[in-house]
C-alpha cells in the first residue's frame, strides 16, 4: 500500500510551496515521492518546482475532478505499472473542491494499491481576513476547502499581526473542528505531521475505509456478492441520505453477464457498459457511511 495525500487550497494559498517542502523531506528520509499536479492552464508552470528524478504526472487545462476523473486513473495506473516510489503527493488546482477531488483518487481499481492519508488544506491567512472581497461562489469553495480537510495549514502568518493570527485560527477551528492547525509561513510544515495523519482500515466482509482520525469525511469500499436488480439499486440510491455525496465503480447486474460501470454524484446516477469482468465493488464517499445500509447487505457489516 502506498500512501497517498492530498493538497488542497485556494488559488495562490502556498500548495505548491508545501509540494516542495514536502518532497524534500521525503527525499531526506529516504522515501521516495511520486507527484500528479492538476493545473488549470495549459503551461505546466507550477510543476518547475519539482526536481527531475521525481516521478511527475501533469494535468493541464482542467480540473482533476468532474471530467479529469477518468483522466486521473490513467494516470495513476500508469504511476503504478511503471514508477518505483513510496508516497503519492497529488496537488490539486485552487479550484477544486476537496471531495470531488478526492473522489477522483478513489476507484474500485486501486483499494488495495492506494492508503488515501487524508486531505491537507493549505489557507491563505492574509485572504481569509478579506473573503468578503470574493465572490459568494469563491468564497463557499474557500470554506468547503477547509471544512473538509484533515490537517489545515494556516499559512502566510508573517503578513497578520498576533491578534489576527489568533482570531483566523480560532476561526479556522469553528468551521473544522476536528483538524489540527499548524500555523506557517512558505507552508513549511515537517512530514511528521501529515504522516501522523491516520486512515484506519477495518478488515471484514465488507472493507470500510475511514480517512483520518475521528473525521466526518469517510470512504467505503463494498464488495458484491451476487448480481443484484437495478430498479431495486436505484430505488435505494432514491433513499439515500444527502451526507451520501459520491459512489463509483463496478456494478453486477441480474441479466447481465458483466458488471456495469455505475457512478452517482449530486443524485444523478450514470450507467455504462463494461466489456470486460471487472471486480463487482463500489466506493462510497460521504458522512457516517459506516451506518449505511447497502442494498444486497445480509446485515453482517
Known sequence: MKDVYLLSGFLGSGKTSLLSNLIAQFKAEGIKPAVIMNELGKLAFDSRAVDEDIPLKEMLEGCICCTGSEKM??????????????????????????????????????????????????????????????????????????????????????????????????????????????????????????????????????QEVSIGKQLFLSSRLHTFKEPINQETFEEWIRNLPDTVYRMKGYVPLEGHKNPFLFQYAYGMIQWLPEYMKMVPQIVIIGEQIDKLQIVGDTGND
Open 73 to 206: 486513473e490513467a494516470q495513476l495506473q500508469t504511476l503504478l505499472a511503471g514508477e518505483d516510489f513510496d508516497v503519492l503527493l497529488i496537488e490539486t488546482t485552487g479550484a477544486a473542491h476537496p471531495v470531488e477531488a478526492l473522489d477522483a483518487v478513489f476507484s474500485p481499481l486501486f483499494a488495495n494499491e492506494l492508503n488515501i492519508k487524508g486531505i491537507i488544506t493549505v489557507a491563505d491567512c492574509k485572504r481569509w481576513l478579506e473573503r468578503e472581497k470574493l465572490s459568494p461562489q469563491t468564497r463557499m469553495l474557500f470554506l468547503e476547502q477547509i471544512r473538509h480537510a484533515h490537517l489545515i495549514v494556516a499559512n502566510k502568518v508573517d503578513l497578520l499581526t498576533e491578534e489576527e493570527v489568533f482570531n483566523v485560527s480560532m476561526q479556522l477551528q469553528a468551521i473544522n473542528s476536528s483538524a489540527p492547525i499548524i500555523q506557517t509561513s512558505n507552508s513549511k510544515i515537517s512530514i511528521n505531521a501529515i504522516q501522523n495523519l491516520e486512515a484506519t482500515f477495518h478488515q471484514k466482509e465488507v
